[in-house]
Each structure stands twice: as structure tokens, then as C-alpha cells.
């Protein structure tokens, strides 16, 4: 299949295609998965805090309501992207664990 969309010289690493699809990688004329799939509806501590606030927005109160700045808008939006809520939690000191069960209540 990468042969025929133009990637002449692919080598197939071990797991082939299933690894190509269960990172989430794009396919031709397949609508892109995640790449950061939600495991059930729970929140963790590797996720990134963007995707977070993105797919469960009634969580941005108890990321202000901990101390952490609104990460929807101007440079903090980026670093919301690049950092998970282990990173956020403890950047702010926030114990991790009182963090991800207070998301986790948000979102129910």
C-alpha cells in the first residue's frame, strides 16, 4: 500500500501495518485515530493537557482552580500541546494523584 501511494523505499519494521494502525497514523482516504486514545473515559497522568481540556472542556475549571494558567489561549495553548498532566502537576505542585481524581470527577 505505500508503494502504490509513492513511498518507494519502505522497509517494513516488525509489526508491519497493525503498528502502522495502532499509532494512529493516517491511511489514504481513512480519517486519522488519536494518537493519544482515551482508554475508556479516564483521565491519566500521560495524557497531554491539551487533549484533555479539548475532548472534556468542564475540566479547564479545575485546571484554574489549581493554579495553572488558561491554557486555551496565547503561548500557553503551545506548551498545553507539548505537556502531559504529569508535567502540569508538577509545574504547578500539584500532587498528581489529587489532580487526576479531580479530572476524573469533572468529567462524570
Known sequence: MLKANGFESVRVLAGGMTAWNEAGLPLPGKEPKSFLPMRGHEITADMKVSEVVTKHPETIDVFLGKGCPDMRKGPVKLMARMMSVKGAARMHRIPID???????????
Open 98 to 108: 489529587q489532580l487526576i481524581r479531580d479530572l476524573n470527577a469533572a468529567i462524570k
